[in-house]
């Protein structure tokens, strides 16, 4: 079966031919941690793992690396940092929020079904030389200075696009086009306006790292240079991550990594998801209609906000409803019970089906530029044919869990599911007014209750909260 994919930088499909069999190597841009990562963020997440999960049926588990970085140097990073902890020394604050913030991201993506890459390196700690020879940033932007890509200027160290032939490729910016109306005054240190950051320097208040520039902090874009050299070479199979990154970053990782190796290509094939809105409008936190993964989970499986993104081709525009989520919930429960019912099945029973491919049409689906509701409608129809009792019941199982909508711990599904959440605040307040008449083992039955559900609750002076255990 030919594996078929959309490359932004040619504007075509085509068919994927991997540099090594072997090991197919994937990079998708990951999340930069401050807050809890919205449902927006969710679908890079959810799309890539798709693509990883059908890499590694074609090629085999241990023939894939799929590297998802984690960006936690950001001047987002430091004013969270000064806001949340402002007794700490910057260092410790900028620590304590990534590290919490990482530890969310993962949980989230984790309910959404999703493999973890194969690495997720941190960006912190690809900025100066490493023991283990890992490419690294500092020697990144040496070397682009000694070809003659990059210049300092200002205090800072920049990237020359006119050094670069064809700098705007990816996004069909031409250099030409840009210099009209540029702000030149503004960046008056600048030889283009186009020309981007690789180093900066940092006030002492600012995280910062001593380089031959004096003490400062890289760039966004060079990072991912950075990282993506470092575990999958100088040149790999897939870069992947949301429309929005196209230009600048994309374009500027191709220009940083190119440049600095010397190749004619950073990745062979580029990817990029299309944007989410919620109920037809822009999601912005001014417009209260923020949906974070964390709050999303509390009411509904992750399974379902899974399904629920895979209806759509990764490519089109999503808009995220209700109505959206009430029918993926529909379908995704009617799958559940007959996926439960199937699980039970007697392995000497299901020995008597004839081995064959279980779910082609699924795989079929997905090789052609990752056709997810394609590939969902070829679900209903192994569902159909397991309701009338023909072939191997477990093509539909195995072709839920190929698509990470099936696993084998229920609690989450089982426990939230449809007006769960108002059981679960019932019993929270029971168990409250049971603390409150100082009936300890009422109380502590609710807890148990709760707790057999996957619910934990948190008592505080401020009142008692609860979430979902993970
Ligand atoms: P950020 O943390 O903002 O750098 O975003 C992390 C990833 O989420 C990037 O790949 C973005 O392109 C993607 N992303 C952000 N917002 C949306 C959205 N509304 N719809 C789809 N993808 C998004
Ligand atoms: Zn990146």
């Known amino acids: 079966m030919e594996l078929r994919l959309y490359d932004t930088l040619t504007r075509e499909k085509r068919a994927f031919t991997p540099i090594d069999a072997n090991n197919v190597r994937m990079y998708v841009c990951g999340p930069t941690v401050y807050d809890f990562a919205h449902i927006g963020n969710a679908r890079p997440v959810i799309v890539f793992d798709v693509l ?48 919490k913030t990482a530890d969310q991201f993962q949980a989230d993506v984790k309910a959404l079904g999703c493999l973890p890459p194969t690495v997720q390196p941190r960006a912190t700690e690809f900025v100066l030389p490493r023991p283990d020879g890992k490419t690294d940033m500092v020697t990144l932007i040496k070397e682009l200075i000694a070809r003659g890509h990059a210049y300092e200027a200002g205090g800072e160290v920049l990237f020359d696009t006119q050094s670069m032939p064809d700098y705007g490729a990816l996004s069909g910016r031409k250099l030409e086009d840009q210099q009209a109306g540029a702000r030149v005054a503004v960046d008056a240190h600048k030889k283009h306006p186009t020309d981007f950051v690789l180093w900066k320097q940092s006030s002492p208040e600012e995280p ?73 409008e822009k999601m912005s936190k001014s417009l209260g209609n ?108 195995d072709a839920l869990r190929f698509l990470g909508l099936h696993h084998d711990n229920y609690s989450l599904v089982e426990n939230l599911a449809e007006g769960k959440k108002r059981e679960v605040e019932k019993l929270v ?42």
């Open 290 to 397: 923020f949906l974070t993964i964390r709050e999303l989970l509390t009411d509904w499986p992750g399974e379902v906000l899974r399904l629920n993104m895979l209806k759509t081709h990764y490519r089109s525009p999503i808009d995220w409803t209700l109505k959206g989520l009430e029918e993926s919930y529909r379908i995704f429960r009617e799958w559940h019970d007959l996926a439960v019912s199937i699980d039970k099945i007697d392995l000497e029973t299901l020995s008597a089906y004839p081995k064959r491919p279980k779910f082609p049409l699924v795989v079929a689906a997905l090789c052609d530029d990752l056709n997810s509701s394609m590939a969902i409608a070829e679900v209903h129809k192994l569902r159909n044919l397991m309701v009338h009792g023909s072939g191997d019941p477990t093509a539909f199982t």
């Open 208 to 280: 910062g790292w001593d380089s031959p520039w004096g003490r400062g902090r890289p760039g966004w874009h060079i990072e991912c240079s950075a990282m993506s050299a470092a575990y999958l070479g100088t040149m790999f199979d897939i870069h992947g991550g949301g429309l929005d990154l196209i230009f600048p970053h994309h374009e500027n990782e191709i220009a940083q990594s190119r440049c600095a190796h010397g190749t004619h290509a950073m990745a062979n094939y580029w990817m990029h998801n299309g944007f989410l809105q919620v109920e037809g």
């Open 52 to 99: 990883f999960r059908l890499l590694r049926h074609i090629y085999g588990e241990n023939h894939v690396t799929y590297v998802r970085n984690i960006t936690d140097v950001d001047d987002k990073i430091n004013d969270r940092a000064l806001r949340d902890y402002p007794g700490l020394p910057l260092n410790e604050a900028i620590r304590k929020v990534t590290e």
């Open 429 to 470: 307040a029971e168990r409250t007014a049971a603390r409150a008449r100082k009936d300890f083992k009422e109380s502590d039955r609710i807890r148990d209750e709760l707790a057999a559900m996957g619910v934990v609750i948190k008592d505080s002076k401020e009142g008692t909260t609860w979430e979902i255990a993970r």
